[in-house]
């Protein structure tokens, strides 16, 4: 079995509301099935090389200023990597950043690195709450997590939302839309922390990076947790 690597974009600005934990439930699912992964920190400054995964955390507008003017150094190799089918994914700050442009409430427009073609605004007021999403993409069809957003995001073209918004607002509280899509880069407004809450997900994250479906696990405690969740508003 091939080994995985992941390279975590900025932890020390981008890994609010538990974003780190998406980490850990990436690294122990691959170490349970004898899958080797090696996770390397990517900080400001830091070249970035070939990975098999990328993730980016959420944060507040100030250290998303900081990370982008620094990711706008590697957009063309994040774009060849994403055309090479390497698997992205952004949590809310970070997922804004993945699209063309976050416009927040104060200061300049913050310029993202295209790899889905979706933008995001500040809206008026913060969607903070429970979601749950429905998908096509992986089995159950649910998704859970926990959103704490004033950008407003829209997508565009070839990208796709990653499901229906059946509780909570999603994107932008209006298309029922959330989350996006573009070949293996993925983003989205869930936090909670997102893949711990969803292992069928993360399994889902680590067959697109193996190249072939992992081995089942005993998810019967994480799918009560999950199923507990599902349109749950409070
Ligand atoms: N600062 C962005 C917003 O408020 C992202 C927040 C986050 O990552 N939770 O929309």
């Avoid at 063309?76 to 699209?99: R, S, T, W």
């Avoid at 997508?155 to 509780?167: L, S």
């Avoid at 889902?204 to 009560?224: N, W």
Wanted: aromatic letters at 8%; glycine letters at 12%; proline letters at 3%.
């Amino acid at each position: 079995m091939k080994k995985l690597r992941l390279a975590h974009l900025y932890p020390k600005l981008l890994n609010i509301y538990g974003d780190g934990g998406n980490i850990l439930a990436l690294k122990k699912r691959c170490e349970w099935r004898g899958i080797e992964i090696e996770i390397d920190e990517i900080n400001i400054g830091d070249n970035i090389e070939e990975h098999d995964i990328y993730f980016i955390g959420g944060g507040q507008d100030l250290q998303q200023t900081e990370v982008a003017k620094e990711l706008q150094k590697h957009k063309n190799f994040l774009h060849n990597e994403c055309n090479k089918m390497a698997v992205f994914l952004g949590i809310c700050g970070g997922y804004q950043l993945m699209g063309h442009y976050y416009q927040p409430h104060n200061g300049e427009r913050l310029e993202g690195i295209g790899l889905l073609d979706a933008y995001t605004v500040a809206g008026d007021k913060r969607f903070i709450g429970n979601v749950t999403v429905t998908t096509d993409l992986v089995e159950p069809r649910t998704l859970v997590g926990f959103e704490n957003h004033s950008g407003l995001t829209y997508i565009n073209g070839e990208t796709e939302a990653i499901g229906t918004v059946t509780v909570g607002n999603g994107n932008n509280g209006q298309d029922k839309t959330e989350g996006a899509r573009y070949k293996n880069a993925f983003g989205t407004y869930l936090h909670g922390s997102f893949l711990p809450k969803n292992p069928h997900f993360a399994d889902y994250l680590i067959e697109l990076a193996l190249g072939t479906k992992p081995e089942p696990l005993d998810d019967s405690i994480e799918i009560v947790a999950h199923n507990a969740l599902v349109n749950k508003k409070y």
